[in-house]
């Protein structure tokens, strides 16, 4: 079994920044290996209110690769911490837009069509977003 824990969240002023954390813990996804995307993957996904919830950007666990919505391209960046088996959400230039829950989702069977939810079968609780004009 597999926890998931997101933090970071906040307040901030339209074009302000914010870094958000998220560790798995309960089972190491070192082993995973990589096959075109498939395997181990971490990834955030974002709810805004009466809104569905949308991908945000992935990372692969083991070769790293990475991907992201284009809305977020050039601002976001996803990283991960093998040891500490971590992912880390770098928002820079934050818009009134990107307000939402942002939940981190970690899933070891991840393909190609890694944008989607139901790749994912760990999720955290979320955290809140909230960017002023």
């Known amino acids: 079994q597999v926890q998931v824990a997101e933090s970071g969240g906040g307040l901030v002023q339209a074009g302000g920044s914010l870094r958000l954390s998220c560790v798995a813990s309960g089972r190491t996804f070192s082993e995973c290996t990589e096959r075109?995307?498939?395997?181990?993957?971490m990834a955030w996904f974002r709810q805004a209110p009466g809104k569905e919830r949308k991908f945000v950007a992935a990372v692969t666990w083991s070769g790293g690769r990475s991907y992201y919505t284009d809305s977020v391209k050039g601002r976001f960046t996803i990283s991960r911490d093998n040891a500490k088996n971590a992912v880390y959400l770098q928002m820079n230039s934050l818009k009134p837009e990107d307000t939402a829950v942002y939940s981190c989702a970690a899933g070891d069977r991840v393909g190609p069509l890694y944008s989607l939810p139901r790749e994912y079968g760990y999720w955290g609780q979320g955290t809140q977003v909230t960017v002023s004009s």
């Open positions: 075109t995307f498939s395997g181990c993957a």
